[in-house]
């Protein structure tokens, strides 16, 4: 007990601590369970909103600058290294050796200069603005628990005014304890009216003249560093007229360019030799009726002499129209009905013991396009015309069979072909190899819809062009 005495804390202080403790969690229950009303005042309650509000948006503030006051000093470091290294790298006999030295000593010294300025003028600022929160935030919570204790008082008062029996020394004792509550709580309660409301003014006042320094700083740094740095410019500038005949050409990097043609013709030419070799088909055997490339016979399988004709090679079944695909529209479906005829006579004239064949026909596709019939294509657009693209860059072409782009060009895409090799068996098979080839570089094969509509001419329109310069449309 001396030894509370001793630091002036005695045995009946904390007691009277702990006591309203106690009594202020009593009332805050009481008022939560409804059992007891509390005094609100929604002004300041209000003005505690604003005080919150305010403190929160310093704290961001003050974060903030921070973080730009360390990308200045980090920028400052950068800029220190880069000019060491023009320093290093220039060399004593080369012209301006001295004012270079000179621009870098002033562009540090104006950095430097810079981060100091932020720092008095803007971030000491910050902190003592909001060095005074802290302090009036204490306030508000002493404030609440002085509230919380004349609501106490106040109800201790009332019950004993209404009790059945009276006790007036009580009586008195509890008036007095609500005066003196009532009286530390005005006090506390209207010198936080007056302060949060004019703190909660001040705000503007405050973002006005720190980003005003802020803003000013920046101006002059920049103007200054525009200084030095037009000054290393007429140095180097100097450098360059002396060392004229050395100068470093700049080229853009070349594109890869791979010609697409002569690469599908040296495949082709090596590919398609074995399927040449094997072309041509044994002579069909008297009286066997000549079916075309496109038929399919359902209920039976034809024996493979009756699917021979000369000069072409018949799949044997739907799932091989590559082998075909080399026929025009015109021949397969002439082929088509001379196969359906004879098919037909032979059912009538009873030679053949096999039951009657269903025949179906499949049109022939080249490069997975179908020929031969207006429906499968608008009549509009160029052969095996695939979807439109539209340029969204210039393009110059660097060689005979490319195409020139500007933007805002339209080009129909149509698939890579050449009519001359397509003649071979395996040309639909390289058509599949070259559309690989195809994703692979980057390049669509196609014609400028202008060109299209006005000469109808695809040999002399068509060509290739970069697949990124351009942008699908349809």
């Not at 909660?200 to 740094?221: D, H, K, M, P």
């Not at 202008?450 to 002399?460: C, F, N, T, V, Y």
Request: aromatic residues 6%; contains cysteine; proline residues 5%.
């Amino acid at each position: 007990m001396a030894e509370l005495g001793s630091k002036g804390v005695t045995a009946g202080k904390i007691a009277s601590n702990v006591q309203k403790k106690l009594t202020r969690a009593q009332e805050k229950v009481l008022q939560k369970l409804g059992k007891a009303d509390e005094t609100k005042d929604e002004q300041f309650e209000q003005c505690v909103q604003n005080f919150n509000k305010q403190l929160s948006e310093g704290t961001r503030l003050q974060k903030d600058l921070r973080t730009y006051l360390a990308s200045v000093k980090a920028m400052h470091e950068a800029s220190k290294k880069l000019t060491e290294c023009l320093q290093e790298v220039y060399e004593p006999d080369w012209p301006g050796r001295d004012d270079t030295n000179k621009i870098a000593e002033n562009n540090d010294l104006l950095w430097t200069d810079f981060h100091q300025k932020l720092v008095d003028q803007a971030l000491l600022t910050m902190d003592t603005y909001l060095g005074q929160f802290p302090d009036i935030k204490s306030r508000i919570a002493k404030r609440g628990r002085k509230l919380v204790d004349y609501d106490s008082a106040r109800h201790h008062f009332e019950a004993l005014q209404t009790a059945k029996k009276k006790d007036e020394t009580k009586i008195a004792k509890a008036e007095e304890e609500l005066v003196k509550a009532q009286k530390v709580f005005e006090e506390m309660n209207v010198d936080l009216q007056e302060e949060l409301p004019s703190l909660w003014n001040s705000r503007v006042g405050f973002y006005v003249n720190t980003f005003q320094s802020i803003a000013g700083l920046e101006e002059n740094f920049h103007k200054e560093m525009s200084k030095l740095n037009q000054n290393l410019h007429d140095v180097l500038l100097g450098l360059d007229k002396q060392y004229s005949g050395n100068a470093f050409p700049v080229k853009a990097q070349p594109r890869k360019k791979t010609k697409l043609f002569a690469r599908l013709r040296k495949k082709m030419s090596s590919d398609s030799t074995p399927a040449k070799a094997n072309k041509s088909p044994s002579p069909p055997p008297d009286g066997s009726p000549i079916t075309s490339p496109e038929t399919k016979t359902v209920n039976h399988e034809l024996e493979p002499s009756t699917l021979e004709a000369p000069g072409a090679s018949i799949p044997k079944s739907p799932s091989q129209p590559a082998e075909a695909a080399h026929a025009g529209a015109e021949a397969a479906g002439s082929e088509a009905a001379a196969g359906a005829e004879a098919s037909k006579t032979e059912a009538d004239s009873g030679s053949s013991s096999l039951p009657a064949v269903v025949v179906e026909t499949f049109p022939a596709t080249v490069n997975g396009t179908v020929e031969g019939g207006a429906s499968s294509e608008r009549a509009d657009m160029p052969p095996g015309f695939l979807f439109k693209v539209q340029a969204m860059h210039d393009y110059t072409a660097t060689d005979s069979d490319e195409l020139q782009l500007k933007a805002g060009d339209v080009v129909l895409v149509i698939p890579f072909e050449n009519p001359e090799e397509q003649l071979d068996v395996g040309a639909t098979a390289m058509n599949l190899r070259l559309s690989k080839l195809q994703r692979d570089e980057g390049w669509l094969m196609g014609v400028k819809e202008s060109d299209w509509i006005q000469r109808k001419e695809l040999d002399q329109c068509r060509g290739v062009f970069p697949e990124n310069f351009t942008e699908r449309v349809q």
